[in-house]
């Protein structure tokens, strides 16, 4: 949990935002990453910055829900 919200709210509020705006932020950090890749000053410097930031985002958009737990997994897991 993240403040008030579980993260699960938050990566969903995120997949709607960027639903609406119609807008792909992986294929501009993707060519991001690229030109630091090519160039040979300051490469490691936001280079892997970019990269995790291209993951998180990734993983959010591209994640697909999971379907809900049924009562009976859950119940077995007691302790005993």
Do not use: C, H, W
């Not at 792909?24 to 060519?31: E, F, M, S, V, W």
Request: glycine content about 6%; cysteine-free.
């Amino acid at each position: 949990m993240i403040g008030s919200k579980k993260l699960s709210e938050i990566r969903e509020e995120l997949r709607l935002a960027f639903a609406a705006e119609g807008y792909n932020p992986i294929a501009d950090l993707d060519r991001e990453i690229r030109s630091l890749e090519k160039s040979t000053t300051g490469k490691a410097k936001g280079l892997k910055s970019l990269q995790l930031l291209r993951g998180a985002i990734a993983q959010v958009v591209e994640e697909p829900k999971k379907p809900a737990r049924s009562k009976r997994a859950r119940a077995t897991k007691k302790a005993v």
